[in-house]
């Protein structure tokens, strides 16, 4: 079945230190990953996301890595501050299906990154 | 810009009750997106809808159901509500379409529910 998960349930670091943030996915016919941060109370809210036709992406002091022969993914986060700390998830999905369940997120179980001042 | 609204914020209900959930999009997105989150995992499928139509369904039992309006909100309903029921439940929209595959899916901060 479908599976992504997380190599690192937590992660601490010090503020203006560097964050990389791991996950693996086991369907190898994924084609479309999403990194989602969640704070306390809120939902999933979106980060930055990366087709499979493609390595590396980079955001605003974010960048994601696409390992696909491993079927490994990252998040570095530059410079991380406090307020980073949150829950980040990676999610993936499958290609389209003649249009039936497309869209659907699997998702991993989160690392906790908890930035110290 | 108003983003993914869900309502009730916060619900109790009791074993064997029902219960509608209510989701209102961002403005322009077609497709909507149901997850349930158990404190401690990720959120976990669902249902989609797009165009009103069902296109996607996780694997939940068939107390679970959904439905999209015309203005392309959408209810989620539970009947017969148990203890494990219990969870967050978020709402998705995103500007995915049947022409333009993937695209990301926005969240609402989701109804607690909770049983008793």
């Known amino acids: 079945g479908e599976s992504v998960g997380l190599h690192l349930p937590t992660l601490s670091v010090q503020e203006g230190d560097n964050s990389i943030i791991n996950c693996a996915y086991s369907?190898?016919?994924?084609?479309?990953f999403i990194w989602y941060k969640q704070e306390s109370g809120k939902g999933p809210q979106f980060i930055i996301d990366?087709?499979?036709?493609?390595d590396k992406r980079q955001g605003q002091r974010v960048t994601v890595l696409l390992n696909k022969t491993v079927k490994h993914l990252s998040l570095q986060i530059a410079a991380t501050q406090p307020g980073d700390s949150a829950v980040y998830f990676c999610?993936?999905?499958?290609?389209?299906?003649?249009?039936?369940?497309?869209?659907?997120?699997?998702f991993g179980q989160g690392t906790i990154l908890t930035v110290h001042p | 810009d108003a983003g993914v609204t869900q309502s009730p914020t916060h619900l109790i209900k009791t074993r064997g009750q029902q219960v509608t959930l209510r989701c209102s999009p961002i403005?322009?997105?077609?497709?909507v997106s149901w997850y349930q989150q158990v404190l401690g995992q990720g959120p976990q499928f669902i249902f989609q809808?797009?165009?009103?139509?069902?296109?996607g369904r996780g694997n939940f039992p068939d107390r679970f159901s959904a439905r999209q309006f015309p203005n392309y909100s959408s209810e989620l309903n539970v009947n017969a509500l148990l203890l494990g029921d219990s969870a967050l439940y978020l709402c998705?929209?995103?500007?995915?379409?049947?022409?333009?595959?993937?695209?990301?899916?926005?969240f609402g901060d989701g109804t607690r529910l909770s049983i008793l």
């Open positions: 990366i087709r499979s036709n493609m």
């Open positions: 998705a929209s995103s500007l995915a379409s049947l022409g333009t595959g993937n695209q990301p899916q926005h």
């Open positions: 809808y797009y165009e009103k139509e069902e296109r």
């Open positions: 999610a993936e999905s499958s290609p389209y299906a003649g249009g039936t369940s497309y869209g659907k997120l699997t």
């Open positions: 403005s322009g997105h077609k497709s």
């Open positions: 369907n190898s016919a994924s084609d479309y």
